[in-house]
């Protein structure tokens, strides 16, 4: 066991914070696999992404070759882990590899696969790629939504304008109420919070109107 290992097997999460740190600031080749091992197993979201950042610190073409088998292991947060290493690093040639996840059954992995994928799509896909998400338009929960509605927003109005009117004239009241969302964003990338408070008003008076009526 390396001192690195035994560091990252503390329970705590301070000591694992300032293990990571210490290799990203001096990174070792003989790191890469343990930190990569360590992403799917690290419960605090704060030094999962000093991973990353550590990761990032490596040779982009060694962490990509070794972050992509990543993407098919079954456990979720790994996808997901290696889905956010790979928006970091930003090499295009991922795309192909991660593509596949956009269609991915774990609601964390699917949102930060819009995420990446948004980042990494060649030019001529990203009409494919509108379609592809706008397809999710009026599903889900707030945070859901606004993930989705910010994956859009980041391909361009020229890019989704199109595909978010014809999800308004074709979809249901949920669909249009989440392309008006989208389109707000489009308009005023701040609306963020403004809508995600909104919309969480909304949900707790219906809570409390089905509470009344049930």
Do not use: N, Y
């Given at each position: 066991?390396?001192?690195?290992?035994?560091?990252?097997?503390?329970?705590?999460?301070?000591?694992?914070?300032?293990?990571?740190?210490?290799?990203?600031?001096?990174?070792?080749?003989?790191?890469?696999?343990?930190?990569?091992?360590?992403?799917?197993?690290?419960?605090?979201?704060?030094?999962?992404?000093?991973?990353?950042?550590?990761?990032?610190?490596?040779?982009?073409?060694?962490?990509?070759?070794?972050?992509?088998?990543?993407?098919?292991?079954?456990?979720?947060?790994?996808?997901?882990?290696?889905?956010?290493?790979?928006?970091?690093?930003?090499?295009?040639?991922?795309?192909?590899?991660?593509?596949?996840?956009?269609?991915?059954?774990?609601?964390?992995?699917?949102?930060?696969?819009?995420?990446?994928?948004?980042?990494?799509?060649?030019?001529?896909?990203?009409?494919?790629?509108a379609r592809t998400?706008a397809v999710q338009?009026?599903?889900?929960?707030?945070?859901?939504r606004l993930s989705?509605?910010?994956?859009?927003?980041?391909?361009?109005?020229?890019?989704?304008?199109?595909?978010?009117?014809?999800?308004?004239?074709?979809?249901?009241?949920?669909?249009?109420?989440?392309?008006?969302?989208?389109?707000?964003?489009?308009?005023?990338?701040?609306?963020?919070?403004?809508?995600?408070?909104?919309?969480?008003?909304?949900?707790?008076?219906?809570?409390?109107?089905?509470?009344?009526?049930?």
């Amino acid at each position: 066991m390396t001192a690195l290992t035994e560091a990252l097997a503390d329970p705590r999460s301070s000591v694992r914070l300032q293990a990571v740190m210490a290799a990203g600031a001096t990174p070792q080749a003989e790191d890469l696999d343990v930190l990569v091992a360590r992403c799917v197993v690290e419960p605090d979201l704060f030094v999962r992404d000093t991973l990353t950042w550590a990761l990032t610190r490596h040779p982009a073409d060694a962490v990509v070759a070794r972050v992509t088998r990543e993407l098919t292991r079954p456990e979720a947060q790994a996808r997901s882990q290696a889905l956010h290493t790979l928006s970091k690093i930003r090499d295009r040639s991922t795309w192909p590899v991660v593509r596949p996840l956009l269609g991915d059954p774990d609601e964390g992995v699917l949102r930060t696969a819009w995420r990446t994928a948004v980042g990494l799509v060649p030019d001529d896909e990203r009409d494919g790629l509108a379609r592809t998400l706008a397809v999710q338009l009026g599903v889900g929960d707030r945070e859901r939504r606004l993930s989705l509605s910010r994956a859009l927003v980041a391909l361009g109005e020229d890019t989704v304008a199109s595909v978010l009117a014809s999800a308004a004239d074709r979809g249901s009241a949920a669909v249009r109420e989440h392309v008006a969302e989208t389109e707000r964003l489009l308009q005023d990338p701040d609306a963020a919070s403004a809508l995600a408070l909104e919309r969480a008003r909304r949900e707790v008076a219906l809570g409390r109107t089905r509470s009344a009526k049930g």
